[in-house]
């Protein structure tokens, strides 16, 4: 978290912290996506195959633990165990990393517009409200035509379109904050806007955003699988759960461990992050986000 | 009301031109044409395509007559399916999307509300869990494995309904269904949230503290405020669920216009695209203009603030 | 998830069935049909959903029987002048137009002019530019359509003149481009003529209804020649580009027959559908080819002979793709018009003497384990060629130790890319036009640009295609041809993996299924 300089905060996140550990359902999903994660970083450790080694004498077999497949093989004869764990680190790195820069983009762009207000956030916001009006579908297809297969590229991308809402809240939040007591405060004894902004609007809308965050990145990891489903997922040899699940759904009759197990984790991971996020959002009591 | 009407209006035309502007250069400067295929064109007939579609002219040139048509209402022809006009194409495939979506949506809402309601009210306890480990199946598997396995099972092993093609009514309901399943995790859970943020609102409090009947209060004052949200989600749902059904419409081999937006831009149907672009952002507005007048009905502190 | 037992699917289309002939008097053909046609019109369609729709549509002078093999069609006998470049055919004299009028020889001639008209946009043009004038006609360069080497000596005989012979003429003469048209009904709607209601049709079915993506509807059409032979009434085409999708519909018993077959469901298919799944050979082969403009390919016979010899082709097709592909090092496919393969000596030894051969041709090139080549393959999107890439990059690293990467494209951006010849090794394949070897060798001409995948370049080649084009002996021709692809072969112009082979899934009820190299079946020879 950033840091704390306004004492008046510090009781609130206190009582937001024993919130959150009442939510059971949040408790939980923490505890599993660490598992998750610690799996997609060390299960390597477990297994004698590598990332895109092929057996040629394990050709989309099912799992077999006297040849170390654990979770079965794919059709090109890759070990599925492996290829779930990189796919894990794909997926969750392309989650974390596009909600960062939607998350970098919105809070400027919203508390500048919210803060200085009047006719710039006039402006500001009808240019959101533009863009929205943008099919995000045919944008994002469209940027992978350009970019090529160059997935960080892309999913910088995504979060460069995801900001729109980010940018809306945060605005919202610093809107309602700009007419609090200690804002008019820290005014009057002389902080210069970028301080205020920086100590005491960042800080105090962060509630909202976070919230809006941890549920944007289970939203960008499945729609990652559906960029996978088109056919426009990453690039060889990397992989995604994405890329995974959408090859054994071609084959769930006749090669149901290639959809089961990447199936298996993605939907875990998802379940998690989005109970996550709704903890947070009980612990927070924020209204403005969805 | 008025008021609202004209201030969205005014934002509408310049929101279309630049719709139209961006999208027109990107998919225009992207690589390949729509004439290219596995067997490359002799120069000289590329020419003759290039010459009856006017592609050859400067694409400013080309930019302007395109606005100048649309102006009149002309879309143009397709370039990938040459016998239809765009707008053809749109007016075929909007119903089928437009039934679909709203069935889908009217379905969401129904099992949404009474699920993130359920929840709400058991915060915290299994019953809570439960429910919404239930909604989120929807954003927890993608649909383009809920969709074949929902087909394997009541189309091919129990034979009970169709597993794809359009025209009767027993073919919408897979799809309805595998459409809705995304959007009742997200009504279910802006229902607990937002029932749980007026649960917990000091008007509500007072009137749990006069001892009236919790179903009552439920139906008198919980209702609206929690439907809030809600409405104002509704508005870009409609458009985005009317027009991104293409993994549904795919699977199940509908007629959509969701299709349009993806293959139009992968096979450059440069025409095509614009169309289905500009019919999404008029749509988007439309929306958003009903928003805003259903919003205002149902919250009087707006209509004051006007 | 367990798949129904095989034993029940007869009992279900059977019952099916039962329902059918007692509710329904009419008889339905549902067809899957890949994708939806870009258009119906002949001129400008291209594409096999479109061609075999336009089939059961229009009748050619001569067409495709239920073998794939020809047969008379608008015409019932031709004949060619002795230097080959004269033919003269005479029309059926009780052929109509849907809408009651005669099908005469000028109809050919109107087509045939529009076909050509640069004004028209046709993609297939070429198909025709041995006729005599076309290409000059085509390419603007001559502006009066009579000029055409076609004409009419009187309603029912029509002649056509050639620049060149073309003993393949007749198999030229099946496709769409070379059907005849109603000159009325085209004066009349203009682009529209194609619209259900409008169009009007000289083959078994005409066109009742098409909504886009969801279905193309053909009735039985009570004009053509030969109607009381024509046992099914209406068809249904379905654009089924999923093909998973398309698999669930037939098993439901929706469709009849499948466009396609996914790949990755085969072994299941062959497990459970058996006496359904129809795999035989097909006129296409698939290939990789290296760009020859540049390093390290270009002058490089040896590292190119080396990298054809270290892909194991037969754990290719039976592992990775398993379609019953035939692993091929030839270019040609097997069973063409008039044509043996030609085999490399190379193809002759086993695997293991190839690697061998192919290790020595490494080193001799220059390189080792410790100073590998690096190559990157381009494919488009899909699941197969991202399977085969993988399994050829994974052979390449094993055996000769090259470092390879992948890179995978949208495919318009891969056509962008091929044709700048913007990659080092890329996948790609060609299906036959028409049933003649010369459809394939073509395409290692130095003079067809860039539809020359390698930009391979050979003068002797060139020369001996240039003769083989105007030789009207087929003996003789055979010998040309046979001769350039051994040349080719043996530079390593491009590296053939397999022939491909058509895979579909037929209702066992459908009668009059004949499978054919051409993978042509016009809904008029099937009944159920």
């Known amino acids: 978290m950033t840091q704390q300089h306004n004492s008046t905060t510090e009781a609130p996140w206190k009582k937001t912290l024993s919130r959150l550990l009442k939510n059971k359902a949040t408790v939980a999903s923490l505890i599993i996506l660490m598992v998750i994660t610690l799996f997609t970083l060390l299960g390597q450790w477990f297994s004698p195959w590598e990332l895109g080694e092929v057996d040629w004498d394990h050709i989309g077999t099912p799992p077999n633990w006297s040849a170390h497949h654990y979770f079965g093989t794919d059709a090109n004869g890759r070990d599925l165990f492996v290829q779930t764990l990189y796919g894990g680190r794909i997926s969750l790195m392309v989650g974390l990393l596009a909600t960062a820069v939607s998350f970098i983009i919105g809070v400027t762009y919203g508390t500048i517009a919210g803060y200085l207000g009047g006719r710039t956030d006039t402006l500001m916001m009808r240019f959101v409200d533009v863009l929205y009006a943008l099919p995000f579908m045919f944008f994002v297809i469209l940027l992978t035509v350009y970019f090529g297969r160059s997935i960080w590229l892309i999913f910088i991308a995504i979060g460069a379109v995801e900001w729109l809402t980010m940018a809306r809240i945060v605005r919202g939040q610093t809107l309602s904050l700009k007419q609090r007591t200690f804002i008019e405060a820290a005014r009057v004894c002389g902080a210069s806007h970028a301080t205020i902004i920086r100590r005491h609007i960042i800080p105090n809308a962060l509630g909202a955003v976070i919230v809006y965050a941890t549920l944007s990145v289970p939203q960008i990891i499945l729609f990652e699988s559906f960029l996978s489903f088109l056919g426009l997922g990453v690039q060889e040899p990397l992989t995604s759960w994405g890329v995974l699940i959408n090859e054994g759904a071609q084959q769930m009759e006749s090669a149901p461990w290639m959809l089961l197990f990447p199936a298996l984790f993605l939907a875990t991971t998802l379940f998690c992050l989005n109970f996550i996020g709704d903890g947070l959002r009980d612990a927070l009591d924020t209204k403005d986000t969805r | 009301m008025l008021q609202i009407i004209l201030k969205r209006l005014q934002i509408a035309v310049p929101t279309l031109l630049f719709v139209i502007t961006v999208s027109f250069f990107m998919i225009r400067l992207a690589p390949g044409g729509p004439f290219d295929s596995e067997r490359p064109i002799p120069k000289e007939i590329a020419e003759n395509l290039e ?41 075929q495939g909007f119903p089928v999307s437009l039934s679909l979506g709203l069935l889908a949506l009217l379905l969401a809402l129904l099992i949404g509300i009474v699920l993130g309601s359920i929840a709400a009210l058991r915060q915290n306890s299994r019953v809570d869990y439960l429910v919404m480990t239930f909604a989120m199946t929807g954003i927890a598997i993608p649909s383009f494995v809920i969709a074949p396995l929902l087909a394997l099972f009541f189309g091919v092993m129990l034979g009970w309904l169709p597993t794809g093609g359009w025209g009767s ?129 149902l919250d009087p502190r707006i209509r004051y603030e006007e | 998830m367990k798949p129904i037992k095989s034993s029940l699917l007869p009992l279900i289309v059977c019952l099916l069935s039962f329902l059918f002939s007692t509710t329904l008097l009419a008889t339905e053909l549902h067809r899957g049909n890949g994708a939806e046609p870009k258009t119906l019109d ?487």
């Not at chain 3, 059961?56 to 073998?67: M, P, R």
């Not at chain 3, 050509?116 to 603007?140: H, M, Q, R, V």
């Not at chain 3, 590292?303 to 030839?330: C, H, Q, V, W, Y």
């Open chain 2, 51 to 91: 010459r009856v579609y006017h592609l050859n002219e400067p694409l400013i040139t080309q930019y302007g007559y395109y606005l100048w048509n649309i102006l009149h209402g002309d879309f143009g022809p397709s370039f990938k399916y040459q016998d239809y006009t765009v707008s053809e194409l749109i007016l």
């Open chain 3, 42 to 528: 002949i001129h400008k369609s291209s594409g096999v959903p479109a061609a075999n729709i336009e089939r059961d549509l229009f009748e050619g002078l001569v067409i495709a029987g239920a073998d794939g093999r020809l047969i008379a069609g608008a015409a019932t006998t031709w004949q060619v002048s002795e230097d080959g470049l004269r033919w003269t055919f005479t029309l059926r004299k009780n052929s109509q137009w849907s809408d009651g009028s005669k099908v005469t020889a000028n109809d050919f001639v109107f087509a045939f002019r529009r076909a050509l008209d640069p004004n028209t946009g046709s993609e297939y043009a070429f198909i025709l530019w041995a006729i005599k004038n076309a290409k000059a006609i085509s390419k603007g360069n001559v502006k009066s359509l009579e000029a055409l080497g076609i004409k009419a000596i009187d309603k029912h005989t029509l002649e056509i003149t050639l620049d060149h012979p073309v003993p393949y003429l007749p198999s030229l003469l099946t496709h769409s481009m070379a059907y005849p048209l109603p000159e009325k009904v085209i004066k009349t709607f203009g682009k529209k003529w194609v619209k259900p209601n409008n169009m009007v049709s000289n083959g078994a079915y005409t066109l009742a209804e098409w909504t886009p993506h969801s279905h193309i509807k053909l009735i039985k059409n009570p004009k053509f020649h030969a109607a009381e032979s024509v046992k099914i009434d209406t068809v249904f085409y379905y654009p089924t580009e999923d093909s998973s999708a398309e698999l669930k519909r037939f098993r439901a018993g929706e469709i009849d027959l499948t466009d396609a077959v996914p790949s990755t469901e085969v072994s299941w298919i062959k497990k459970n559908l058996a006496e359904a799944y129809h795999n035989p050979p097909y006129i296409g082969t698939y290939y990789y080819a290296m760009n020859l403009e540049k390093a390290p390919f270009a002058n490089n016979p040896d590292l190119r002979k080396a990298l054809n010899l270290a892909i194991n082709r037969e754990i290719l097709t039976d592992k990775i793709t398993k379609a019953g592909e035939f692993p091929t090092m030839s270019w040609v496919p097997e069973g063409m018009n008039h044509y043996k393969t030609q085999r490399t000596p190379d193809s002759k030894l086993s695997q293991k003497e190839r690697l061998e051969k192919a290790k020595a041709l490494y080193k001799k090139a220059g390189y080792s384990k410790n100073k590998p080549v690096e190559i990157e393959i381009l494919y488009n999107t899909s699941d197969n060629h991202k399977k085969i890439a993988i399994a050829i990059s994974a052979m390449w690293k094993q055996t000769l130790g090259v470092k390879t990467t992948l890179r995978n494209e949208e495919w318009k951006v891969y056509l962008n890319s091929r044709t700048q010849r913007q990659f080092q090794v890329i996948r790609a394949s060609w299906i036959g036009d028409y049933d003649d070897a010369s459809t394939f060798l073509d395409l290692l001409r130095s003079d067809i640009g860039t539809m020359n995948p390698s930009s391979w370049k050979n003068k002797t080649y060139d020369s001996l295609m240039k003769q083989a084009e105007t030789e009207a002996d087929a003996d003789k021709r055979e010998k040309m041809m046979q001769q350039a692809e051994q040349i080719m072969l043996d530079d390593t112009a491009i590296i053939p993996i397999y022939h491909y082979t058509s895979k579909h899934l037929v209702n066992p009820k459908i009668k009059g299924w004949v499978d054919n190299v051409m993978d042509v079946h016009s809904s008029r020879f099937l009944s159920k």
């Open chain 2, 169 to 297: 009514w027993q073919q919408m309901v897979l799809p309805v269904i595998s459409l809705s399943l995304p959007q009742i995790a997200i009504v279910a859970r802006m229902t607990r949230a937002s029932l749980i943020d007026t649960l917990n609102s000091p008007y509500m409090l007072t009137a749990k503290a006069k001892g009236l009947p919790l179903r009552l209060i439920l139906l008198r004052h919980a209702l609206k405020p929690t439907l809030l949200p809600i409405v104002s989600w509704l508005g870009p749902a409609t458009a985005a669920i009317i027009t991104g059904s293409v993994i549904i419409e795919q699977i199940f081999g509908l007629p959509g216009i969701g299709r349009y937006f993806v293959n139009g831009a992968l096979n450059r149907d440069y025409t095509l695209v614009m169309g289905v672009v500009i019919f999404y952002g008029v749509l988007i507005i439309l929306m958003n203009l009903l928003v805003d007048l259903v919003y205002a009905w």
